[in-house]
């Protein structure tokens, strides 16, 4: 099973901030937070991981709670490419000879809508 | 430039058959990832491999089977026990570094229709 919930759907305007959460109460210490898009009929596109500090790179911002037990991606200027289904994705480091193995599990993922 | 690369884009089978999904990748990774996806849904993982001539099944390994014999190239074969085989079809391949695993962009997907 997935283990972070996400809101089915979600509507940005063109220009603002897109602000995805993630839940993921049952995070442990050793998984990351991932989060890929993937745009219609394509393979999922890598955006941003963290462990438990505040990530920031060329596509967006990834805020972690002090708990770990959520986030939030940030889309700063949202665009009509941003338009995708977004996935948040827990997942250990892979270790070789141990049950770690770096797959990652998809839920639902949160389809954004960024409209003009 | 580095990457994953699935073939074909677009693949169709008959009734019986046995096809063959093909994934390579260039950039030195130990682990490797096959997922199915059906429309309107998320990903859900067929095989992995974490190293070469070692593979594990994924949560839906029924109806299909992979190789790893080299560490390039992790085929994934559709049997004709999988009844439901029309989906798309997407492979990954994956490093720790020691900060996460580091992710790479996934293949660009291969279509599978039942003629």
């Known amino acids: 099973d997935a283990k972070t919930t996400q809101p089915t759907s979600m509507d940005c305007a063109e220009g603002r901030a897109a602000n995805l959460p993630c839940n993921h109460s049952?995070?442990?210490?050793?998984?990351?937070v991932y989060w890929y898009r993937q745009i219609h009929s394509q393979g999922p596109q890598y955006i941003i991981h963290?462990?438990?500090n505040n990530e920031t790179n060329e596509m967006a911002s990834l805020i972690i709670t002090e708990d770990r037990k959520s986030s939030t991606l940030i889309l700063p200027h949202a665009t009509l490419r941003d338009t995708a289904v977004y996935y948040c994705?827990?997942?250990?480091?892979?270790?070789?000879?141990?049950?770690?193995?770096?797959?990652?599990?998809f839920g639902q993922g949160t389809t954004l809508q960024v409209k003009p | 430039d580095g990457g994953i690369t699935q073939s074909p884009k677009y693949l169709f089978r008959k009734e019986g058959q046995n096809v063959t999904l093909s994934c390579e990748q260039n950039?030195?990774?130990?682990?490797m990832y096959w997922y199915r996806q059906d429309p309107g849904q998320g990903l859900r993982l067929i095989y992995y491999?974490?190293?070469?001539?070692?593979?594990q099944k994924g949560d839906i390994a029924e109806g299909y089977s992979v190789s790893r014999e080299k560490k390039e190239s992790f085929p994934l074969t559709v049997t004709s026990a999988q009844k439901n085989p029309t989906a798309f079809y997407l492979c990954?391949?994956?490093?720790?570094?020691?900060?996460?695993?580091?992710?790479?962009?996934f293949g660009d997907g291969t279509r599978l229709s039942i003629l």
């Open positions: 994705i827990v997942s250990p480091r892979i270790t070789h000879g141990s049950s770690y193995t770096g797959k990652l599990i």
């Open positions: 049952t995070i442990s210490g050793n998984e990351y």
């Open positions: 963290g462990l438990k």
């Open positions: 950039l030195n990774h130990d682990a």
């Open positions: 491999s974490q190293i070469v001539n070692d593979f």
């Open positions: 990954d391949s994956s490093i720790d570094l020691g900060m996460g695993r580091q992710p790479q962009h």
